[in-house]
């Protein structure tokens, strides 16, 4: 199964990727099934009325990564990529007050989201700990159509049959076409680039290249580049309070305000890269924390490592320009894709290592490629910065994406930079290879207590008062 840079790199909104794109999506595909119409039903039934039941991870982290809020925007027509996140409240809102949703295409449907939108802590679904489950009733309460729901991380959603197909390592799609260097490991993309004589980077684009023309490749590169630019702009430019009851107060533009003002004086800074690191993580996620226009990188929860490492090439390495950051997102999708494909990038699934530790093994890798390193060398660069997430629990405080997430994603960003710096003093050669610390990460994830594993349920999330 091929996984493109633009599986992993999504626009859309915060703060989660799993627990708010994935929900919205999850409930389009619903609404598009409803609207085909070839689902068998009763002669003359009609749809009147929808529910959604949510389990796992999404019941008990839901509230706080505004799974309850994803749902509704879904249920009206709204896509992660389209929808404005300044008019978030509004829709909701307006759901709220009338107690229906009005999708275009559609009648309206009854959905009272404080009867209709099921937190079920109780019973998990058994494919996966982001499930959920959609229905249709008529105007009586009968179930005319019932459809499960998993999301996977990454925005990624798939339904029980998707889901069985992914374990049985089936290919997603049978009439996808073939690519010109189908790597299902960094064994085998190690091998076809040694070779071929290509890039990392450069195997990534032909493989792309098959899906789409140069041109629109090249435009959906910058588009992403752009919107990770964007992101870390107007982090740095919000003060105040973050939304959702921890009084947490944005840091970002503190922190940044200050570093332009020492750079002013000319006041020397030991630990400046580490700086401009940390502040550049912080404000995305600070962003991704409030709802606002991120880019899964490879998830919401992790989305401030890669743009951190971007930015800082950019204010570091002036000469860097659209091309080298075209080669950081190929390479670095090129690893996220084996991360992915044989292990996970879900926190609900493995921890934070699946996050945090997947963005800062993409950072690396995408860094390490454009300063000159070698394919073997950007394999090391990853498992470097892998190797050093391995069993990171994901505890959100209060089931927000705030506390510890904002702060875990500078010290991604700078593990990140680290990891590459070390990478390319070497030759490539190095003792644990990354398959093997990817199968460590799936292993460890597996083995861990599910209350580390975004429930809220363990960690920092119930030590904290205790403290």
Known sequence: MFLSVFDLYKI?????????MGPMTAAARFLAELKDGSWPRPTGATVSQLRVHLHGSLAFTGVGHATDRAVVLGLCGFLPSTVDP?????????????????????PAYRFQPAHDLVFDRKAPLPGHANGMAFEALDRTGRLLLRRVYYSIGGGF?????????KEIGAPAHDDAPPVPHPFRSAAEMLRMADRTGLSIAEMQRENELVFLPARELDARLDAVAGAMEDCVKRGIRQDGIMPGGLKI???AKGIHDKLVADEARNVFQPLLANDWLSVYAMAVNEENACGG???TAPTNGAAGVVPAVMAYIRHFHIDAGREEMRTFLLTSAAIGGLIKRNASISGAEVGCQGEVGSASAMAAAGLAAIMGGTPSQIENAAEIALEHHLGMTCDPIGGLVQVPCIERNAFGAVKAVTAASLALKGEGLHFVPLDNCIETMRQ??????HRYKETSLGGLAVNLPEC
């Not at 460890?444 to 207590?449: A, E, H, K």
């Open 86 to 106: 300044d008019r978030v409240d509004e829709l909701v809102a307006a759901v709220e007050a009338r107690g229906e949703v009005r999708p275009e295409g559609h």
């Open 444 to 449: 460890t994830g597996r083995d861990m207590d």
């Open 157 to 165: 959603v798939v339904d029980e049959e998707e889901l069985a197909r």
């Open 249 to 251: 107060r944005r840091r």
């Open 12 to 20: 859309g909104i915060g703060p989660s990727s799993s627990h708010t």
């Open 293 to 295: 226009r991120v880019v």
